[in-house]
C-alpha cells in the first residue's frame, strides 16, 4: 500500500506502544515513568504537540513507546489531534494504553469505545486516581475490566503508583470487543464500508465509522490508499447515510456511545462521600471570575516582574556580570590573552566585541540569571494551572482579534520563547488562527530574556517607561491582530476549553523542567552569541559597521533618534533577540548612559516588535510555509521601525520625559 501519511521519525522497529488520551490527563508523566525519558508536563491542555518517543525493556523484549498530543475524540479538530489520530492508523501500535482522567471516566470511555473499535490490544489506564478519591468517586475496576474485556489499571502517575500493574499489563494484552453496536441500518453500511477497506485488513471497523462520521481527511487518506475508486464507493454509501438521517451522522454515532457509555458508567461508579478542599476549590474560583480574577492577575505580574526584573535582572545579572565575570573570569582571561602576540587575536577573545568579554558575558551572566529566572516563575504557572484560567477572562479581548481564549495559552507560553510557542499554535482549530497568533507572536510577544530586559531596564529608567512600552507594544498586537482578522481569510473557531483544576506545583518537576530548559538556552544561545560576536568583531575591524552605522543613521540616529552605537544591536537581533536585549541592558547600565530614558523606551519598542530570531522564522516556515514567514518578516520589519519612529516623534511633540 501506497504510504499516505507522513511518517513518523525513525524509531527503532519493534514493538510499540501508543499512548492516548484526552488532553491534561498524564500521559507525559506515564511517559516519563515508562521510559525515563522527560517529556514536557505542564498542567493544562495541549503540552504536548508533537509527539515524543522513548524505549522502554520489559522482560526480554524492548518497546518503543510513543506520547502523543491529547485528543477529545478520534475525530481531530485540530492539528495535533490529527498527528495522534494519524499515528493509530500508520503505526499498528502492538498495545494502545488509553490514560484517562478518573473523574472525567464518562468522556474517557467514550474515547475507549473509539478505540476498542481498532481491534487491536488496548489497556486503560484510570489516572489522577487520587483526585477521584478526593471528589468521592469510587471505581469498580474489575467489573469494568470484565466488561470491556481489557485490563483496567488504577495509577497515581507522579506517584508511580500501578506502573508496575502498567508494565505487567503492556506483557500480555488484550484487544477486547467493540461496545457500541449501531441501528441495524447503519451496521449494515458500516460492514458495507469496512468490506471495502478489508484489502488493508486493519481496524477497519474504526476506519468505516470514522468515514461514515464524515470526516474529510480521512477520506482524503482513502483516495491515496486504495485508490479514487474505492473512495467514490465509500463516498456514495456516506451520502446515502446522511441523506437517510435528517441529523449528521456523527451525532447519531455519538449519542449510541454515549448511551452505551452511560450503561456502563452506571454499573462501574460508586458514589462516596466528597472530600472538599476548600481553599483549592475557593482560588480556583477567584482566578476565574473577572472580579477576582483580574486583581490576582495582577499580583501574579507583579510577582513576575519581581522575580524576574529585580531578582533576575537586577541581584543575580549584578553578581555574576559585576562580580563573577568583572571581577575574576575576565580578568583571568585578559591577563592570560595578553601573552598572544597578536593584537587581532587578542581584540577578538578580549576586546570590545570580544568573544569571551562579550559573546560570552552577554549570554551567561545577562540573559541566563533573567531567563533562569523566568523559566523557573513560569513552570510554577504552568504547573499550578493558572494559565488556561486567563483564557476566560481574555476570551472577549481575543475575539476582537480573531481569536478566541484559547489563543492565551500560545501567546503566553511566547514569554517562554517565540519558537516554542510558534508550534503550540497548532492546539488551535482554523489555520487563520494559527497564521494569527504566529504573526502576533514574532511581531510583539517578548520572549523570556526580552521580557526581563524590558523590566530591568525599566526598572533602571521609570514605571513610566514600562507603562509605555507595555502600552505602545499592546496596543500594535491589538491594532494588527484586529486587520489580520479581517484580512485573512478563513474562520474562527468556537471557545471551547478545557480548564484543569489548580494543582499544587511538583517540586520535582519543575525543577527538572528548569533545569533542561536552561540546558537548551545554553545549547541554542551560546553557539548563536558567539557567531554573532565574531561577526561583529569582524565588521568592526573591517570598517564595514561604521559603514552600516552611517548608512542606517538616517532611521537610528534621524528618525529614532538614537545614538549611533544602536545599530550594533540591531544587527544582533537579526540573530537572537535575547542578544539585542541583552545588548541594550549593556549600553544602559554603563556610567554614564549611552541612551537617555526616551531613547530606552523607543529602542524597547523597536526590539520588541522587531523580527523574530533565526529559530523562531525557521518553526514559522516549517509550519506555515516559507512564502508566509517571508511575508511576515517583510511586514515587521518596517512596521518596528515606523511604530519606534511614530513614538520618538510623539514623545518630541509633545515634550515628554519618560
Ligand atoms: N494529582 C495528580 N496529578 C497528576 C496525575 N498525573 C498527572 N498529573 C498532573 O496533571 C498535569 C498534566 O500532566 P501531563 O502528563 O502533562 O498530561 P498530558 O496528558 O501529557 O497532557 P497533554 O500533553 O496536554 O495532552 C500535570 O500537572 C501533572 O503533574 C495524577 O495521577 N494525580
Ligand atoms: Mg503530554
Redesign the pocket.
Known amino acids: 500500500m501506497q504510504e499516505c501519511h507522513p511518517r513518523l521519525p525513525s524509531v527503532n522497529d519493534g514493538p510499540t506502544v501508543v499512548l492516548v ?10 511517559f516519563g515513568r515508562l521510559t525515563g525519558k522527560y ?10 504537540v508533537e509527539i515524543t518517543t522513548g524505549t522502554v525493556s520489559l522482560g526480554e523484549r524492548t518497546f518503543t513507546v510513543i ?1 502523543t ?2 485528543v477529545n475524540s478520534l475525530h481531530p479538530h485540530s492539528e495535533d489531534e490529527r498527528v495522534t489520530r494519524n499515528i493509530l492508523l500508520d503505526r499498528r501500535p502492538d498495545v494502545i494504553i488509553q ?1 484517562a482522567a478518573t473523574k472525567n471516566i464518562t468522556r474517557a470511555l467514550i474515547l475507549t469505545s473509539q478505540l476498542l473499535e481498532f481491534g487491536l490490544p488496548l489497556i486503560l489506564c484510570l ?5 477521584a478519591d478526593q471528589a468521592g468517586i469510587g471505581i469498580r475496576y474489575k467489573e469494568l475490566s470484565r466488561l470491556l474485556g481489557i485490563d483496567v489499571i488504577r ?5 508511580g503508583e500501578g506502573l508496575a500493574a502498567l508494565k505487567k499489563a503492556i506483557l500480555s494484552p488484550s484487544a477486547g470487543a467493540p461496545q457500541a453496536t449501531f441501528s441495524p441500518y447503519i451496521e449494515r453500511r458500516v460492514d458495507a464500508v469496512a468490506a471495502l477497506l478489508d484489502s488493508h485488513g486493519y481496524c477497519s471497523r474504526s476506519l468505516s465509522v470514522m468515514l461514515l462520521s464524515g470526516d474529510p481527511d480521512l477520506r482524503k487518506w482513502v483516495e491515496c490508499a486504495y485508490g479514487e475508486k474505492t473512495r467514490k464507493r465509500i463516498g456514495s454509501i456516506v451520502r446515502e447515510v446522511e441523506r437517510h438521517f435528517r441529523q449528521p451522522t456523527s451525532l447519531i454515532v455519538m449519542k449510541t456511545r454515549q448511551a452505551e457509555v452511560k450503561k456502563l458508567v452506571s454499573r462501574i461508579v460508586k458514589k462516596g462521600e466528597r472530600r472538599r478542599s476548600y481553599l483549592g476549590e475557593l482560588l480556583g474560583r477567584w482566578t476565574r471570575e473577572p472580579a477576582t480574577g483580574f486583581p490576582i492577575f495582577i499580583l501574579v505580574m507583579m510577582g513576575l516582574y519581581y522575580l524576574v526584573g529585580a531578582i533576575g535582572a537586577g541581584v543575580f545579572v549584578d553578581f555574576l556580570e559585576g562580580t563573577v565575570f568583572g571581577g575574576y573570569i575576565n580578568p583571568a582571561v585578559i591577563s592570560l590573552v595578553n601573552h598572544i602576540p597578536w593584537e587581532f587575536f587578542r581584540e577578538m577573545l578580549v576586546g570590545d566585541y570580544g568573544l569571551i568579554t562579550m559573546g560570552l558575558t552577554y549570554a551567561i551572566a545577562i540573559v541566563l540569571p533573567i531567563v533562569g529566572m523566568f523559566f523557573l516563575a513560569f513552570g510554577v504557572l504552568e ?1 499550578s ?1 493558572y494559565l488556561p484560567r486567563l483564557a476566560i477572562m481574555s476570551n472577549r479581548l481575543f475575539r476582537v482579534i480573531g481569536l478566541n481564549g484559547k489563543a492565551i495559552l500560545p501567546m503566553v507560553l511566547g514569554l517562554g520563547c517565540d519558537t516554542m510557542a510558534t508550534m503550540t499554535a497548532r492546539i488551535l482549530e482554523t489555520r487563520k488562527e494559527r497564521l494569527i497568533v504566529t504573526i502576533l507572536l514574532a511581531l510583539g510577544v517578548p520572549c523570556s530574556a526580552q521580557l526581563g530586559a524590558i523590566l530591568g531596564l525599566t526598572m533602571h529608567v521609570s514605571t513610566a517607561g514600562f507603562v509605555t512600552v507595555a502600552l505602545v507594544v499592546f496596543s500594535q498586537l491589538i491594532i494588527v491582530g484586529y486587520a489580520a482578522a479581517r484580512i485573512l481569510p478563513g474562520s474562527q473557531s468556537d471557545f471551547i476549553f478545557e480548564i ?1 483544576p489548580l ?1 499544587m506545583p ?1 517540586i520535582s ?1 519543575i525543577v527538572v523542567k528548569t533545569y533542561l530548559r536552561v540546558i537548551w538556552f545554553l545549547r541554542e544561545a551560546i553557539p548563536l552569541f558567539l557567531i554573532g560576536t565574531l561577526l561583529l568583531f569582524l565588521a568592526a575591524e573591517s570598517g564595514l559597521l561604521s559603514i552600516l552605522e552611517k548608512a542606517l543613521s538616517p532611521i537610528t540616529t534621524g528618525w529614532l533618534s538614537l545614538p549611533p552605537e544602536i545599530t550594533w544591536i540591531f544587527i544582533l537581533g537579526f540573530l537572537r533577540r535575547d542578544y539585542a536585549a541583552a545588548g541594550l541592558f549593556d549600553l544602559v547600565r554603563v556610567d554614564p548612559p549611552v541612551l537617555t530614558a526616551n531613547q530606552v523606551v523607543v529602542a524597547l519598542v523597536v526590539i520588541t516588535l522587531f523580527v523574530p530570531c533565526i529559530a523562531n522564522f525557521l518553526v514559522m516556515a516549517k509550519e506555515q510555509g516559507i512564502k508566509k514567514a517571508l511575508a511576515i518578516v517583510a511586514f515587521i520589519l518596517p512596521f518596528a521601525f515606523l511604530i519606534g519612529g511614530l513614538l520618538n516623534l510623539f514623545l518630541t511633540v509633545f515634550n515628554i520625559t519618560l
Open positions: 488520551g484526552q488532553p491534561n490527563v498524564g500521559k507525559s508523566v506515564i517529556a514536557n508536563v505542564s498542567n493544562y491542555p495541549g503540552t504536548t506520547d498530543p491529547g490514560v489516572n489522577m486516581s487520587d483526585e495509577t497515581v502517575a507522579p506517584e504547573d494551572g484543569p494543582r511538583r518537576n
